[in-house]
């Protein structure tokens, strides 16, 4: 682990040219510490709050985001007794790049060897993508998990997990997707402004000074511009045999204590129904469901309190 | 004659050398691209250092045309027989020919998600496949193998969307019953030539697939 940098060139006044005016906004505190972890053939960057002495807890983000989206909340966690580490997971953030789309048990591997690292039991918080990933960490490996908090990351809906009506004209299509991102350079954005409302457009709820932290911390400087930093090869995918039937044998392979919660209102990426949400948790037998008004699919962003407050009387319950 | 492109099975310490050898020893007259796939033989470990089923596709993607006057024959051995049928249903190939290739072992999600889990373990317990990779030769991560096409009604409803002619040569090593091979092969729309071979090697493997193309077979 090594000392923060002091300016970063993203943020106003840090010299990279391609600032964010200044909104007024307050930004969330630095991490404690932050550094880079080699393990698994990759180059994890971790972001780490709290006492290294501590429990460990692992948070992890979703797709397409980085470890700095639990500024907000981390230090409260650290605050309940614990160490916080946030890596960017690998195509994401500062780690290290993909070699295809079908990341979802390199990145579970990563999560698992970290915990060993950090000193195992640990307690695993996800969001979305990053919420699957808890799971399947769990079910992979009992013995490191002490319990798991899922904001929001129980899986896509039911229909979304049905195989396509044309399977080659799909595949085509994959196909070509995949050649765009094996022949392309990432795209380069003209302005941070841009990619916020970008951002904006797909996040429809996420408050405005979460979408300028993201996008400060996501993205990284480029010739003409800035590009994110997540790897377009994340988003890559070929047809596999994942269903719904396999997804509920993943949940059901979790013996951990698990506290879902999910947003009380309309969101992108959060559409299930309340009766296809009770289904899906009734294959996380050792889950508790909370639900948490007035925000959507990015509950810690919107609610950081609620979670803070669910995340503490749940540990009270179940064990540090 | 048509160019052959072969994706060599997982795991395969010859790589593709001895398939391009075999193949232009039987008379196969056009091209014969095969690869040695990220991992194996003179090809580096991958970006990331992770092996997945569908990963060989975009190894060679770059490589294979999409116009349809040029597209090749795929052949794809054992695991990477689902890699050969992703290309083909995408429109990459002019033909299908599957050495043990047409998906299994065959088994219920729950039992495929946990034979994963172990895999995953195993994966983690070993250090030679978490360290770093080696710069040549195969990559002990392999031992541990990709997660297969598990799923029966996948590679049913695939075999049902594949326009192009398909062989599909079985060995006694096939991870698919003589019923499952049946089934799958029986889904292809314009039928499926099935011919059981001695065993999944090139040399046994390269002579039925040039009398297959020499028959004409292929459109």
């Given at each position: 682990m090594v000392a923060l940098p002091q300016r970063d060139p993203l943020k106003p006044g840090g010299g990279g040219g391609w600032a964010l005016p200044d909104s007024g906004a307050v930004p969330p505190p630095e991490p404690d510490r932050s550094g880079f972890v080699e393990l698994n053939r990759t180059r994890l960057r971790v972001w780490d709050w709290g006492s290294p002495s501590a429990p460990p807890v692992i948070c992890v983000h979703g797709a397409y985001d980085h470890g700095r989206m639990w500024d907000g909340i981390a230090p409260d966690l650290a605050a309940l007794g614990y160490r916080v580490v946030a890596p960017d997971l690998r195509g994401h953030g500062d780690s290290g790049r993909l070699s295809s789309g079908a990341a979802w048990a390199a990145s579970a591997l990563d999560l698992g060897l970290l915990a060993r690292h950090l000193g195992p039991p640990v307690g695993l918080v996800g969001h979305s993508f990053g919420g699957g990933q808890a799971l399947y960490v769990a079910g992979v490996w009992p013995e490191v998990v002490r319990w798991v908090v899922n904001l929001d990351g129980l899986g896509p809906r039911p229909a979304a997990l049905n195989p396509p009506d044309d399977l080659a004209a799909v595949t085509a299509d994959l196909l070509a997707g995949a050649e765009r991102v094996l022949s392309r350079p990432p795209r380069v954005h003209p302005s941070a402004e841009s990619l916020v409302a970008r951002r904006r457009a797909v996040n429809v709820r996420m408050p405005e000074e979460w979408l300028e932290h993201l996008v400060r911390h996501g993205t990284r400087p480029a010739e003409g511009g800035l590009v994110w930093k997540a790897d377009p090869m994340f988003g890559v995918g070929l047809p596999a045999a994942f269903d719904l039937e396999a997804l509920h044998a993943e949940h059901e392979a979790v013996v951990a204590p698990v506290l879902a919660l999910t947003g009380g209102e309309h969101d992108t990426w959060s559409e299930m129904t309340p009766e296809e949400l009770e289904q899906r948790l009734t294959?996380?037998?050792?889950a508790r469901h909370h639900v948490v008004e007035g925000?959507?699919?990015y509950v810690h962003l919107e609610r950081p309190d609620a979670v803070v407050a669910e995340i503490a009387a749940f540990v009270r319950e179940v064990g540090p | 004659m048509t160019p052959l492109l072969v994706l060599h099975d997982v795991g395969d310490p010859g790589g593709g050398g001895p398939w391009r050898v075999a193949l232009e020893g039987a008379g196969w007259s056009g091209a014969v691209y095969a690869p040695d796939l990220p991992g194996h033989g003179a090809t580096p470990a991958p970006v990331g250092g992770s092996y997945e089923l569908g990963d060989p596709v975009l190894a060679v993607l770059p490589s294979v045309p999409a116009d349809a006057d040029h597209r090749p024959v795929v052949l794809g051995v054992g695991t990477n027989g689902w890699c050969a049928s992703i290309l083909a249903l995408g429109g990459r190939a002019s033909a299908l020919v599957l050495v043990d290739g047409l998906g299994g072992p065959f088994r219920p999600q729950a039992e495929a998600m946990a034979a994963e889990r172990e895999r995953i373990r195993a994966i983690a317990d070993d250090p030679t496949a978490v360290g770093p990779a080696p710069a040549g030769g195969l990559d002990p991560r392999l031992r541990h193998g990709v997660s297969p096409m598990g799923s029966r009604a996948v590679a049913e409803r695939a075999a049902a969307a594949t326009s192009v002619p398909v062989l599909v040569l079985e060995s006694p090593?096939?991870?698919?019953?003589p019923e499952e091979r049946d089934a799958v092969a029986g889904r292809y729309p314009a039928g499926a030539t099935v011919v059981e071979v001695e065993s999944a090697d090139p040399d046994a493997v390269a002579p039925c697939v040039v009398s297959w193309i020499s028959s004409g077979r292929p459109a």
């Open positions: 294959h996380l037998p050792t925000a959507g699919h | 090593a096939s991870p698919v019953t």
